[in-house]
């Protein structure tokens, strides 16, 4: 069933166009529902932007005893207030901002460091997205003057994601952004990614490339296995932020780590050769 809970800044965009909202639907005791259902692990999937109501919900679920999975930007694995909460109850924290399975931010943060593992520079980078779901309906938030303003947690997120690892990252043009919310796309995403840089000689190379992939499909597996990993640290009764699978899965974790080396540690943890 799905039941109500306080809305906060949940519809501070354009998705309250979308979202049915029953002002007469009284709120919900979100802690004591989750407590109820005896549920293991609380997913946070909220609209982005909504940073109090995420802080709310990742609080509701810690004091009902469930570990949480942040798929959102708002910072909740970076909260000292969250982080203490959930040492201190010996449940689990993974996050913040899941990277999809295949996704224009691992595609495009692949290609980036292929330049310095080959002995090249990236010196300028774009990536822009479009897409039809509900998650490009709220990214884009119109202001007073009519101008649509991408989400900045979001732009952060997905930045921090691409250009983390490279040794000149401080000096790379780096331009990422929801360009439009297309209606009739639904749950497709397009998005168009360019790298330039410098190879020997200083000879110049760009790389073009356009991927179209269903939305909600590219993020439904990794936030299974979030899950699952989830359930792991609760049984072991782990508590606070698991760092290999936030590396893994997240495009915010505390700590980025190469892919290959985040799964390395992922599969240690699981094998309970790594305690966190």
Known sequence: PVIKGPVMDGLNSNIKKIIPLDDNQLD??????????????????????????VKFYVMAALNAGACVVNGMPS???KDREIVKKAEELNLSLIGDDVKSQIGATIIHRSLANLFPMRGAILDRTIQ??????????????????????????KRQSKTE?????????????????????????????????????RI?????????????VEDGNNSAGVIAD?????????????????????????????????????????????????ER
Not at 35 to 53: E, F, Q, R, Y
Not at 172 to 192: G, R, T
């Open 161 to 197: 994601a691409v250009v983390a690892n490279l040794p000149n990252k401080d000096a790379v043009e780096c331009q990422i952004s929801a360009v439009d919310y297309i209606p009739f796309l639904k749950n497709q995403k397009e998005a168009y990614m360019r790298l330039e840089g």
């Open 128 to 153: 822009l997205d479009w897409g039809g779901s509900s998650d490009f309906c709220n990214l884009l938030t119109p202001r007073a003057n009519g101008k649509l303003v991408y989400e900045e947690g």
């Open 28 to 53: 919900s005791d979100v802690s004591k529902e989750i407590k109820k259902k005896d549920v293991d692990v609380a997913v946070i999937l909220l609209p982005t932007g909504s940073h109090n109501a």
């Open 75 to 77: 910072h909740v694995v």
């Open 200 to 212: 020997f000689g200083g000879a110049p190379v760009r790389v073009d490339i356009t991927m179209f």
């Open 226 to 274: 979030c899950i699952r990993v989830s359930k792991i640290a609760k049984d072991r009764k782990i508590g606070g932020v698991l760092h290999s699978a936030c590396s893994f899965f997240n495009k915010h974790p505390p700590e980025q780590l190469e892919d290959y080396v985040a799964k390395i540690r992922l599969v240690e943890f699981i094998e309970n050769k790594r």
